[in-house]
T-cell receptor
Framework: GENVEQHPSTLSVQEGDSAVIKCTYS??????FPWYKQELGKGPQLIIDIRSNVGEKKDQRIAVTLNKTAKHFSLHITETQPEDSAVYFC??????????????FGKGTLLTVNP | SQTIHQWPATLVQPVGSPLSLECTVE??????LYWYRQAAGRGLQLLFY??????ISSEVPQNLSASRPQDRQFILSSKKLLLSDSGFYLCALIRGQGLVAYGYTFGSGTRLTVV
């Protein structure tokens, strides 16, 4: 099955700096890669996603890049703010050949933005 | 827009007691529904998923079971809780069409503490 590795597990940055979180996946047939932000005590919230036919996607301070050949994708947060502090998860959806979509998650990155 | 309702938000149950967590969805039909558990340490573990009424697939052997009595209702149950069942339980909704996956939403979660 699909395997998703996420690094780093913790990341501390100063307010205004950039943060980068990287993930690799194993199933070359995976075609959808969402990123989630989870604040303490809440469910994960989708913040950005990318499909396998796109190399980069940007939404204000957040961007995601995908390298299909290398099977890795990254989340970039620019001009970080204290409210960006949370756990971030990457995920991949393997192409099971049917409709049984199952997200495989990375283990998460605890991002701390210091004022 | 699609929404997920989970209840209760928190639950404290004694070992050996039964469990019933409910998840209902709005704004979509025939969704794939998923139960995830998040133990301390952040990782998201897929427990069950359902592609339709009465259709349940189990990802890991455990003390829990799931049912889908209606298209927009997904229930997680246990006859006798164990201490190891403690965790943060999340219901997720995933819509797919053919081989295209889109629209991933999580509920707000249930914090279960077994004492």
């Amino acid at each position: 099955g699909e395997n998703v590795e996420q690094h780093p597990s913790t990341l501390s940055v100063q307010e205004g700096d950039s943060a980068v979180i990287k993930c690799t996946y194993s199933d070359s047939a995976s075609n959808y890669f969402p990123w989630y932000k989870q604040e303490l005590g809440k469910g994960p919230q989708l913040i950005i996603d990318i499909r396998s036919n796109v190399g980069e996607k940007k939404d204000q301070r957040i961007a995601v890049t995908l390298n299909k050949t290398a099977k890795h994708f990254s989340l970039h947060i620019t001009e970080t703010q204290p409210e960006d502090s949370a756990v971030y998860f990457c995920a991949a959806v393997p192409n099971s050949g049917g409709s049984n979509y199952k997200l495989t998650f990375g283990k998460g990155t605890l991002l701390t933005v210091n004022p | 827009s699609q929404t997920i309702h989970q209840w209760p938000a928190t639950l404290v149950q004694p070992v050996g007691s039964p469990l019933s967590l409910e998840c209902t969805v709005e704004g979509t039909s025939n969704p794939n529904l998923y139960w995830y558990r998040q133990a301390a340490g952040r990782g998201l573990q897929l427990l069950f998923y359902s592609v339709g009424i009465g259709q349940i697939s189990s990802e890991v052997p455990q003390n829990l079971s799931a049912s889908r009595p209606q298209d927009r209702q997904f229930i997680l149950s246990s006859k006798k809780l164990l201490l190891s069942d403690s965790g943060f339980y999340l219901c997720a909704l995933i819509r797919g069409q053919g081989l295209v996956a889109y629209g991933y939403t999580f509920g707000s979660g249930t914090r279960l503490t077994v004492v």
